[in-house]
C-alpha cells in the first residue's frame, strides 16, 4: 500500500454544462477512482468549464499556484484536459514533476511525452475549428434551396437516416470512449452501467443503461 500524498484534482469540459453536462462528472469519478487507488488524499478540486488552448484560464494558473505553494500533486484525467497549448508546456515546468494523469498511470510524465500529447492536442483543436469553419460555408451556401422537395420520397428521406445513423455512429463513439476510460480505472461493465445511470448518461432514446444495452454499443 502506498503512502498517501496530499493532491488537488483539476477537471475541464471544453464548452458549457448544458452542452456537456456529464462530462465533468465523468472525469472526477475516474480521477477520484485513481486517487484512491494509488493513495493520494484530494485536497481541494479546481474545475472549469473553457477552451483547453487557453493557458490563462483562471482555475488553471490557481490549481499551478496551489500545488506550487502547497508542494502538493495535481490530478487530472488526460493530458488534453489539463491543456492543448504548448505554451503551457513551459508555464507548468515548475510542478512538472507533480503532475499525474490517470490515462497515463501513476508515473512522473516525461516531458517528451508530455510535449506530444499538448502538440497533438493543440492540432486536434486547430482540425476542429476549420471543420466547423468549413461546415458553416458549406451549409451557407446551401441555405438557397427551394422548399417542398418534389422528390422527398428519394432524397430527404435517405438523408434523414444518413444523419441519425451518422448521429448513432457519433454518440457509440462517445460511451465507447467513456467505458474505455472507466475500465482504465478499474471499472467492470456491470459496474460502468450504474456509474452512467447514477450520473445521469442516457441512451439516445432517453432511457436508463441495462448491461446488455452497454454491452451491444461497447461492441457494435
Same mark, same amino acid.
Given at each position: ?19 456537456? !453536462?456529464?462530462? =465533468?462528472? %465523468?472525469?472526477? +469519478?475516474?480521477?477520484?477512482?485513481? @486517487? ?5 488524499? *484530494? ?67 516525461? !516531458?517528451?511525452? =508530455?510535449? %506530444?500529447?499538448? +502538440?497533438?492536442?493543440?492540432?486536434? @483543436? ?5 471543420? *466547423? ?88
Amino acid at each position: 500500500m502506498k503512502p498517501t500524498r496530499h493532491a488537488i484534482t483539476y477537471i475541464r469540459a471544453s464548452t458549457t454544462e448544458l452542452l456537456q !453536462p456529464n462530462s =465533468l462528472e %465523468v472525469q472526477r +469519478a475516474i480521477v477520484d477512482s485513481f @486517487a484512491m487507488t494509488n493513495g493520494y488524499d *484530494i485536497q481541494r478540486e479546481f474545475f472549469e468549464y473553457g477552451s483547453g488552448c487557453d493557458d490563462d484560464s483562471a482555475q488553471w494558473n490557481a490549481a499551478l499556484s496551489f500545488a506550487e505553494d502547497n508542494n502538493c500533486f495535481i490530478l487530472c484525467w488526460k493530458v488534453d484536459r489539463f491543456s492543448r497549448s504548448l505554451a503551457s508546456f513551459a508555464k507548468s515546468s515548475h510542478v512538472m514533476s507533480r503532475l499525474r494523469f490517470a490515462s497515463l498511470g501513476d508515473i512522473e510524465p516525461s !516531458p517528451l511525452v =508530455l510535449s %506530444v500529447l499538448i +502538440a497533438a492536442g493543440s492540432n486536434e @483543436a486547430a482540425n476542429a475549428r476549420i471543420r *466547423i469553419k468549413s461546415t458553416m460555408q458549406l451549409l451557407k451556401e446551401r441555405d438557397g434551396r427551394v422548399w417542398g422537395n418534389p422528390s422527398i420520397n428519394e432524397t430527404a428521406y435517405p438523408a434523414g437516416l444518413a444523419v441519425r445513423k451518422a448521429n448513432a455512429s457519433v454518440f457509440n463513439s462517445r460511451i465507447k470512449e467513456l467505458i474505455a476510460d472507466l475500465k482504465a480505472a478499474g471499472y467492470t461493465l456491470k459496474q460502468c452501467v450504474s456509474k452512467l445511470n447514477n450520473l445521469g448518461v442516457r441512451t439516445r432514446r432517453n432511457k436508463q443503461w441495462t448491461y446488455h444495452l452497454l454491452y451491444r454499443v461497447v461492441n457494435y
